[in-house]
Nanobody
């Protein structure tokens, strides 16, 4: 079982920055992929960024160049640095940990989410 605790959300003006943190209850070096997802009111949860155990990253097109995901294995923490924030970045940001159990089975764990609100 993996527990994830997000922090760092808040209210910021357009163009501002925030850094989200996700602390895991286990060594994140044992987790295959960690990521951040956003859910806006009335909409489905969508990918923001992921980072693999090997350090490979993937971003949603709308976040490229503005957001940076990173991981600190020593602190069992994943970060999301968000710059040049826009009102459309508003939502609840969830941390995800994915462990590959077999070729056909994965385990996903989610944090409780942290609210990010970007005012215009």
């Amino acid at each position: 079982q993996v527990q994830l605790v997000e922090s760092g959300g808040g209210l910021v003006q357009t163009g501002g920055s925030l850094r989200l943190s996700c602390a895991a209850s286990v060594s994140i070096s044992s987790i295959d992929t960690m990521g951040w997802y956003r859910q806006a009111p009335g909409k489905q949860r969508e990918l923001v960024a992921t980072i693999t155990n090997g350090g490979s990253t993937n971003y949603a097109d709308s976040k490229k160049g503005r957001f940076t995901i990173s991981r600190d294995n020593g602190k069992n923490t994943v970060y999301l640095q968000m710059n040049s924030l826009k009102p459309e970045d508003t939502g609840v940001y969830y941390c995800n940990a994915r462990i590959i159990r077999s070729m056909s089975r994965t385990s996903d764990y989610w944090g409780q989410g942290t609210q990010v609100t970007v005012s215009s």
